[in-house]
């Protein structure tokens, strides 16, 4: 196994979107997990032929697939969060008239805006509005959302800017005139700030929304008019489900690359960056749903794990997986840590692994023989700092169910204040020699 991921450039390493790779990949805010580029470098590595299928079974916001598209290979992905999933298949969508988005969205623009100053709501100016009613999002919506994620003047404007675009007559370019309405309400019009975790910045009253949206429609419509190749031929697609069953969506013998990056066991809870999207749509209303989606996620943290949870019989015989959930244990009650999510820390880790060994279990069916796999992981110490070093456990999870590992390349390197070691991000390669999922 290679100790740095040594024919990699550095270009390869590093972890942030090329401007010549920003195109489509930025329509829709998201939270990197590997760039386009490093795609694209496995797609050689791997020397994809045109006639062989990419899978992404985390597929987020479609980086993999939008990669793969733009290289002229066909693709699919599989996601969970409904949001996310709508996101990355209008990003896909590239078969659009773009004068005519651009002038329905001028149209809407101007419609919004005479509807704002009847309101006493002036967009252009952020010191005159003397609106007397607000729209607001359901009570129940409102109690899912973070705290504060945004103001009720901004979220007044952009209800009446969705609202009218809901209204549109123009069916074939609506999805791209929400995009842009999601990524401009959650980077101009919120209050959420996004890092290593989300949270709440800086209280905006008031912001600008029109103009905003109309310039993300006008990027939108530039990348269109930029792409080079006919991909009219080509397939891409994303299924919404759970990846740990991805039998269930493909068929057998489909696959012959995997490029993905799946979560990692860090005590982020995935559904938090997309609530407020979740939420302005209506993909999700209430905590009942909410808790529905993220029942066919990978459990991750704490916040996603529940009773009838049973991934860990999947690693029942992977003792080092034992091994560390005892570790978190035993510094638990050294520690004299006593909090409801404190104890459910052991019970994560036997979960998470115990969902990607179902995943890889059930995903070698799909699988052609020969297939390639690149799952980009990392080490994690989110939990009462014991180290886990998910690429090497993976690896040990995958030998156990058929497949071969062929590589574990260090993709970069973090370091983690609170253990004072460096943390690894790496790609696992794997090879399916099986056949028929046996």
């Not at 939270?31 to 470098?41: E, Q, R, T």
């Not at 609202?163 to 959420?192: C, G, P």
């Not at 490029?259 to 209303?285: A, C, F, M, Q, W």
């Not at 091994?323 to 404190?342: P, V």
């Amino acid at each position: 196994m290679s100790n740095s991921v040594g024919e990699i450039a550095a270009a390869y390493r590093t972890n942030k979107v090329k401007e010549e790779d920003g195109a489509i990949h930025n329509w829709y805010r998201f939270v990197l997990s590997f760039p386009p580029h490093l795609v694209k470098y496995y797609l050689e590595k791997f020397d994809v032929s045109e006639s062989e299928r990419i899978l992404d079974p985390f597929c987020g916001t479609g980086t993999t697939l939008i990669e793969s598209k733009i290289n002229l290979r066909n693709s699919i992905g599989i996601e969970a969060n409904p949001i996310v999933r709508y996101a990355t298949k209008t990003k896909l969508n590239w078969n659009i008239n773009t004068d005519e988005l651009i002038n329905v969205a001028l149209d809407i623009a101007q419609k919004v805006n005479k509807r704002l100053l009847n309101e006493g709501i002036d967009d252009r100016s952020l010191v005159s509005n003397n609106a007397t009613f607000l729209r607001k999002l359901p009570e129940e919506s409102e109690k899912i959302l973070i705290k504060n994620s945004i103001s009720p003047v901004p979220l007044h404007k952009s209800l009446v800017l969705l609202e009218e675009i809901r209204n549109s007559r123009s069916e074939a370019t609506q999805d791209h005139l929400i995009l842009a309405f999601l990524k401009t309400t959650v980077k101009y019009a919120s209050n959420l700030r996004f890092g290593p975790e989300i949270g709440v910045g800086k209280i905006k009253k008031d912001a600008f929304i029109i103009d905003p949206w109309l310039d993300q429609i006008r990027t939108i419509a530039e990348d269109i008019n930029d792409l080079q190749n006919d991909y009219q031929d080509l397939n891409a697609e994303i299924i919404f489900g759970d990846s740990r069953n991805s039998n269930q969506y493909l068929s057998r013998s489909s696959v012959n690359v995997v490029i993905t990056s799946p979560p990692y066991p860090n005590e982020k809870d995935y559904s938090r960056t997309t609530r407020l999207e979740n939420v302005l749509l209506g993909s999700v209303k209430n905590l009942h749903e909410l808790r529905s989606v993220k029942k066919n996620f990978v459990r991750s943290n704490t916040r996603s794990v529940y009773k009838e949870d049973n991934d860990h019989e999947y690693i029942k015989d992977i003792s080092i997986v034992h091994q560390i959930a005892k570790q978190i244990e035993d510094r638990r009650t050294e520690l004299n840590k006593t909090s409801g999510f404190e104890k459910m820390y052991s019970k994560v880790i036997l979960q998470y692994f115990g969902g990607m060994a179902r995943h890889l279990s059930n995903l070698r069916n799909s699988l052609a023989h020969g297939a390639k796999l690149a799952y980009i992981v990392g080490d994690q110490a989110s939990y009462l700092r014991v180290m886990i070093r998910t690429g090497s456990i993976l690896a040990e999870i995958a030998e156990s169910l058929g497949y071969k590992v062929a590589d574990i390349e260090l993709f970069r390197t973090r370091f983690a204040t609170a253990t004072k070691e460096d943390l690894r991000e790496e790609v696992l390669i794997l090879e399916w020699t099986g056949a028929n999922g046996k």
